[in-house]
């Protein structure tokens, strides 16, 4: 029961930390004038990390069954949801903003 715990309280600060760093990218770029395209790709870049090296880290200081280990493979689960949600965020944005390039 305590990993699931463990798990639901490593969630609400991932998902802030992406959302909030490709709207803020995203955000920049319009405002600097780059065309649709770029702020899409910047927004991503932005957004994702390595969560592959943080496991492969975090396994090798900690070991496979620590608290820590289960924390970061919820990173990339949590991030590939989020991003998804951004392109339709992107999509949208796209058309309301009339967003082009």
Known sequence: MSQITSIIRVIPPLVVYFAVTFTLTVLLCKKLGYGYRAGCVQGFTAASNNFELAIA?????????????????????????????????????????????
Do not use: D, F
């Open 57 to 101: 880290v975090v396994v090798s200081v900690y070991g496979a069954s620590s608290m820590q280990a289960l924390a970061s493979t919820v990173g990339p689960l949590v991030e590939v949801s989020v991003l998804v949600l951004c392109v339709y965020g992107m999509r949208w944005i796209r058309w309301k903003w009339n967003w082009t390039g």
